[in-house]
């Protein structure tokens, strides 16, 4: 596949409004407690595990996975990360001064809040980006190894969530999963590259159609050919059947 070449105001806009897809579902997820994966997942099990603040340990668990984004994927990917992980923090902060919800089924929340965030986080990585943490070692294990990327954050996502049992109600665990599990399936079904073709000019359409026709013709004349050489055969052997004195 051609990687595609994204200007970079189609990065910014698609990374904003990538942003504005998880940032809504994660408000979705706080507005019925529900748990999240990857790095956030981590840092939220560390605050209950530890005295410390949410912040500190969000930034403390991104720091290898920034360093691994620089020297083994790219800096463009970096930076693009950095501005996704920067602008899901703010618009998660300011989403509640523009939307009430009185109530929600928790379902309905975990189900649609998982599909927002996979689409934005399909969105970032079609830009060279993703929402940092598990998400850049998933990026990297995809390019690099082949590894879905989506099937990979679900082992981890299910894992992080497990641990919570130890310390949130558990239908809300249970219910969490179910998140974890429509929000990867979103990116493993979708985050395919080898069905990708890029599109092709007009004129090369009509020289490869007209090239795959030859071949086709070919193909069928050979094919007439062999038919040919089986009917003669099937005759030769045939008046061979009604002639004994041939045997």
């Known amino acids: 596949m051609q990687k595609t070449n994204h200007s970079v105001v189609e990065d910014v806009f698609a990374l904003v409004s990538a942003g504005l897809f998880v940032a809504f579902g994660v408000f979705l997820f706080q507005s019925q407690d529900l748990m999240v994966g990857g790095a956030a997942g981590l840092a939220l099990l560390g605050t209950y595990a530890f005295e410390m603040n949410f912040g500190l340990l969000f930034f403390l668990i991104n720091l290898p996975f920034y360093a691994l984004a620089w020297t083994q994927i790219s800096k463009r990917f970096t930076i693009n990360t950095f501005i996704s992980v920067t ?3 703010v618009l998660t902060e300011q989403i509640p001064a523009f939307v009430d919800i009185s109530h ?12 927002l965030i996979g689409v934005g986080m399909l969105i970032m ?6 929402l940092g943490g598990i998400g850049i070692m998933a990026f990297y294990l995809q390019q690099r190894f082949n590894l879905r990327a989506g ?16 310390f949130i109600a558990w239908h809300l665990v249970l219910i969490s999963i179910l998140a974890a599990f ?15 073709s890029p599109a092709k000019p007009d004129g090369q359409v009509k020289t ?9 013709s070919k193909a069928v004349s050979a094919q007439k050919a062999v038919s040919a050489e089986k ?12 002639h004994p004195q041939n045997g």
């Open 87 to 89: 602008t899901v923090s």
């Open 231 to 242: 009917e003669d055969h099937a005759e030769d052997m045939l008046d061979g059947d009604l």
């Open 182 to 196: 429509c929000l990867n399936m979103v990116i493993s079904l979708n985050h395919r590259p080898e069905r990708y």
């Open 104 to 115: 929600v089924n928790p379902l309905f929340a975990a189900v649609f809040g998982g599909i």
């Open 151 to 166: 099937y990979f954050q679900l082992t981890v996502d299910t894992l992080i969530l497990s641990c919570a049992l130890m």
């Open 208 to 216: 490869n159609s007209a090239a795959s026709a030859a071949s086709t």
């Open 125 to 130: 990585f079609r830009h060279s980006s993703s």
